[in-house]
């Protein structure tokens, strides 16, 4: 999974920076999610399941076109930054009093967001801007977009919540989504596709994901 991959990465550079305790505890992470989460999509079964959906879709009267994000490659590192640089100030007691009550993994979040300095957080911040702009004009002759969910099957239990490689960026953008049904994984639990609205319109995206449930 992309989690256990990003896991494996840290564990090589922190072995080629010196610091093994740190490496052995990303493997032991590693090791977890492998063991824990289910098998993921590839990226065709994920395009299928996309398709079947636009296919109801089309059979039910929509109009469906493919679409990309101009620019979406440069947001997943902006809201890495952003994300753990706001999270690491608005816990700034907690880090300076109760740092070991911080879980090793958040610690080390918190520990990138503080790496940057306030210049970089806010050119994070105008960057942000900036796309939510691009995507706002690239959408505005859609009523939604529809995509993957999740890379596969929910974990089971509640000690993980998935990989939110497919929901981040929404929330980035701060576009309206919510998550319908649409068939099943090689478990047999449900897998799901994204309705994503307008920005500032989630009341059309409802009514949009209502009807788009009934299609399916």
């Not at 753990?84 to 880090?95: C, D, F, Q, V």
């Amino acid at each position: 999974s992309r989690e256990a991959k990003k896991r494996r990465e840290a564990a090589e550079a922190f072995r080629t920076g010196g610091a093994t305790d740190r490496a052995d505890r990303e493997l032991a992470e590693e090791g977890v999610l492998t063991g824990y989460l289910p098998v993921q999509l590839d990226d065709a079964e994920l395009a299928a399941l996309v398709a079947a959906a636009a296919d109801r879709l089309r059979a039910a009267g929509a109009t469906v076109a493919d679409w990309a994000l101009p620019g979406a490659h440069d947001a997943e590192h902006t809201h890495g930054v952003l994300m753990n640089a706001e999270s690491a100030r608005a816990m700034g007691w907690e880090i300076t009093q109760r740092r070991d009550g911080i879980s090793v993994a958040l610690q080390e979040r918190l520990d990138y967001g503080l790496s940057h300095p306030h210049a970089a957080v806010v050119a994070a911040r105008q960057a942000q801007r900036a796309l939510q702009a691009e995507f706002a004009a690239a959408v505005e002759e859609f009523d939604i977009l529809v995509t993957p969910a999740a890379p596969g099957e929910a974990p089971v239990g509640l000690a993980y919540t998935g990989d939110p490689c497919f929901n981040f960026l929404w929330t980035f953008l701060h576009a309206p989504c919510v998550t319908l049904p649409a068939g099943s994984g090689p478990g047999g639990v449900p897998l799901g596709v994204q309705i994503v609205g307008r920005p500032d319109d989630d009341a059309a995206m409802l009514t949009w994901a209502a009807w788009v449930q009934a299609a399916l």
